[in-house]
């Protein structure tokens, strides 16, 4: 391992925000990760993973530990589950393919969602329709202050919308090594039922899925909205869709009877985000380098030299319009650095 120093994150952040961090170490095994945190225990950390899920607006005053651990395996299996597990530096679009490949169903509808597999349970990530509790069985973290290997179980990571117990009461407490998850080996629960999967399978005149084929799907769709980050820098969706409660819904909705919603529970519902940063006039505009994405709203994107502070400041302006023109707050779903 070689500690550098006064480093360019620019290539680990799929924004492609240039930052600098005051010293850089990448581990590729847990005895490395051991021995860096014990030798830095008194120091500033900052833990790195697929850098897909945060917004860097200034630069990096600690130690920036790059969690490169590699590996993945069936730990167990049975007549009908797999158990399959990824480490925490493994793509996580890759370890899905690599899964369905085996026809082990589950997380097909999460493809090509950036980032590694560690860092799927922080902010229980999710797209048409699935979620990583749905399958996830546990994941392994190191204790950062003792490197004591301690293993949380699906309710103990308490996840909730884009939310886990790693987002608060352990937030930089823990770094993830391991992911397990519980996949189908037969008898497959498609879900199709959520946004244009039913359609992009129906150009293909496929009427029952295989989980392959609605993996081809989701990323057929996600390619035609979603800019490529090694192309465009972007983090995904920018702002988690709000949950709001029915009166304030049906206050908004009086005044906009085309607003989108699910309905969430008994009173509560959602709203599509990228819906209303559209209709409050941002899609595909841009300022300077910053700007929203032409094809889908929820995106905000880096056009080239745009500033994490830019982009931070072009998505405060978007949060205020919504707000003052629906009533309706949104939140961002990436860390802001």
Not at 98 to 124: A, K
Request: net charge negative; glycine share 8%; hydrophobic share 40%.
């Amino acid at each position: 391992m070689q500690i550098q120093h006064n480093f360019s994150l620019k290539k680990y952040n799929t924004f492609g925000i240039e930052a600098k961090a005051k010293s850089f170490v990448e581990v590729s095994n847990t005895d490395e990760l051991v021995q860096i945190l014990k030798e830095h225990q008194n120091e500033k950390l900052f833990i790195l993973g697929g850098g897909s899920n945060m917004l860097l607006t200034q630069d990096i005053d600690a130690l920036v530990i790059y969690v490169n651990l590699k590996g993945k395996k069936i730990i167990k299996e049975d007549e009908n589950h797999a158990w399959a597990q990824g480490n925490a530096g493994e793509n996580w679009h890759e370890f899905v393919l690599w899964n369905i490949d085996q026809n082990f169903g589950g997380i097909e509808n999460m493809s090509l969602i950036p980032g590694n597999v560690g860092t799927t349970p922080i902010q229980n990530i999710g797209a048409y329709g699935a979620e990583i509790k749905d399958t996830f069985v546990s994941c392994e973290a190191m204790k950062i202050d003792t490197q004591e290997i301690v293993t949380f179980t699906n309710e103990e990571c308490k996840f909730g919308y884009r939310e886990s117990i790693f987002k608060n009461e352990a937030k930089n407490q823990y770094v993830i090594t391991s992911v397990t998850f519980k996949l189908t080996k037969k008898d497959h629960k498609i879900n199709t039922s959520y946004g244009a999967i039913d359609g992009e399978l129906a150009k293909h005149s496929i009427t029952n899925p295989t989980i392959k084929e609605v993996s081809n799907a989701v990323i057929a769709i996600r390619q035609s909205k979603l800019p490529d980050p090694k192309v465009l820098g972007n983090s995904g969706s920018f702002f988690k869709n709000p949950i709001v409660p029915k009166a304030v819904y049906e206050k908004a909705h009086a005044q906009y009877p085309e607003m989108p919603h699910y309905t969430v529970g008994e009173n509560e519902v959602k709203v599509p985000a990228g819906w209303l940063i559209e209709q409050a006039g941002f899609k595909g505009k841009r300022f300077g380098d910053a700007g929203v994405h032409t094809l889908q709203a929820l995106v905000l994107v880096n056009y080239g030299n745009a500033t994490g502070q830019e982009i931070l400041n072009l998505s405060k302006n978007i949060q205020q319009t919504v707000l003052e023109k629906f009533g309706i707050a949104i939140e961002a779903e990436v860390n802001i650095i």
